[in-house]
């Protein structure tokens, strides 16, 4: 766990900045069973499709995002979430800058 975020209120939007051309990570939490991670896309960025071996929940934090998962896009906006399953490629592309979370559980 990231010590100096322990046992606060977080506002978790805000614990990650936009950085133009790019794409931004903070670990929250990096365990053995499981990590939190919160990323800031520029617009147009993308992570190109690959593949993880745990299920991993997608939170949407700010503007828009298209998720493709198995070749089937989904559009997602601030306050929705997709569960992307374990082994299933996926891709990640920013329609709008936005920012998301992802919970990887690894038990």
Aim: aromatic share 6%.
């Amino acid at each position: 766990m990231n010590d100096n975020l322990a046992a606060r209120v977080l506002h978790t939007a805000e614990l990650v900045g936009y950085q133009e051309g790019a794409v931004v990570s903070r670990a929250l939490i990096n365990q053995k069973t499981g990590t939190v991670t919160l990323f800031a896309f520029d617009a147009g960025q993308e992570l190109s499709e690959h593949t993880a071996p745990y299920d991993a929940l997608v939170q949407v934090l700010d503007g828009e995002t298209e998720i493709a998962i198995a070749g089937q896009p989904f559009q997602l906006k601030a306050g929705e979430a997709i569960i992307m399953p374990a082994n299933d490629p996926h891709a990640v592309k920013a329609l709008t800058r936005f920012k998301m979370m992802l919970t990887m559980i690894r038990s």
